[in-house]
């Protein structure tokens, strides 16, 4: 199973970006999706999941301004951000469980909001 983000950058504060994380080469259905962001020196916290039923779940501190979403036909999911801050800047990891097979992680995409 691969996972491949994209959609990281530059943005000033304000601004928006749009994450993409494609899954590939599983053969068992993905139950859950999300998105988890790290910055250096702190553990890696989860921003947002979708099941594969659509329910989603979203931590605190991106409520209101990221909406995630999945097109379960094609194995991927999406991650709004709006109204980001500098607080956002980290790299942002696409998760999913696959039935049978466990847990997977993408590469990391950098996203950095300046002030």
């Known amino acids: 199973v691969q996972l491949q983000a994209s959609g990281g950058g530059l943005v000033q504060a304000g601004g928006s970006l749009r994450l993409s994380c494609a899954v590939s080469?599983?053969?068992?259905?993905?139950?859950?999706m999300g998105w988890y962001r790290q910055v250096p020196g702190k553990q890696r916290d989860k921003v947002a999941t979708?099941?594969?039923?659509?329910?989603?779940n979203y931590a605190d501190f991106v409520k209101g301004r990221f909406t995630i979403s999945r097109d379960t036909a094609e194995n991927t999911v999406y991650l709004q951000m709006r109204s980001l801050n500098p607080e956002d800047s980290a790299v942002y990891y696409c998760?999913?469980?696959?039935?049978?097979?466990?847990?997977?992680w993408g590469q990391g995409t950098q996203v950095t909001v300046s002030s």
């Open positions: 080469g599983g053969i068992f259905p993905i139950y859950l």
């Open positions: 979708i099941t594969n039923d659509g329910k989603t």
């Open positions: 998760y999913c469980h696959v039935a049978v097979q466990g847990d997977y």
